[in-house]
């Protein structure tokens, strides 16, 4: 699937959730799932959904399907905004509060991180 580039996306509004590019995120990310879910079995398998869990309490990924799911996804994630993604950055792995808790959590980290670059000018 071809994604328009974060550079060529409308400008990002005031909330805090980049608006259309939690969007564009998230659908990298479902695909990611659905790459991972074919090496999962039936009952690991994780729902597209921005609520599912990934890790920690409720969580469908053990230490192993996480680190399968972060290197899918920052491959996804970089040929999408043409820019290394880090997803291993900033105490990820809280299982209350780390940004791998839900792909909703994972996604907004995305667009934060896209946000700073972008602000650095650096998109």
Same mark, same amino acid.
């Given at each position: 699937?071809?994604? =328009?580039?974060?550079?060529?996306?409308?400008? #990002?509004?005031?909330?805090?959730?980049?608006?259309?590019?939690? =969007? %564009?995120?998230?659908?990298?990310?479902?695909?990611?799932?659905? %790459?991972?879910?074919?090496?999962?079995? =039936?009952?690991?398998?994780? %729902? #597209?959904?921005?609520?599912?869990?990934?890790?920690?309490?409720?969580?469908?990924? %053990?230490?192993?399907?996480?680190?399968?799911?972060?290197?899918?996804?920052?491959?996804?994630?970089?040929?999408?905004?043409?820019?290394? &993604?880090?997803?291993?950055?900033?105490?990820?792995?809280?299982?209350?509060?780390?940004?791998?808790?839900? &792909?909703?959590? &994972?996604?907004?980290?995305?667009?934060?991180? =896209?946000?700073?670059?972008?602000?650095?000018?650096?998109?």
């Amino acid at each position: 699937m071809k994604h =328009a580039r974060f550079a060529d996306l409308s400008p #990002k509004p005031s909330s805090s959730n980049c608006g259309s590019r939690l =969007a %564009d995120v998230l659908q990298v990310i479902y695909e990611s799932i659905s %790459d991972l879910n074919v090496q999962l079995p =039936a009952e690991c398998q994780i %729902d #597209k959904s921005p609520a599912s869990v990934l890790f920690g309490e409720g969580g469908r990924l %053990d230490s192993l399907g996480l680190s399968n799911f972060i290197v899918i996804t920052e491959q996804k994630l970089y040929e999408f905004l043409n820019f290394p &993604v880090d997803l291993t950055e900033d105490d990820p792995f809280s299982p209350t509060n780390g940004h791998f808790r839900t &792909v909703h959590s &994972v996604a907004s980290y995305v667009c934060e991180l =896209a946000e700073k670059r972008r602000s650095a000018g650096a998109l």
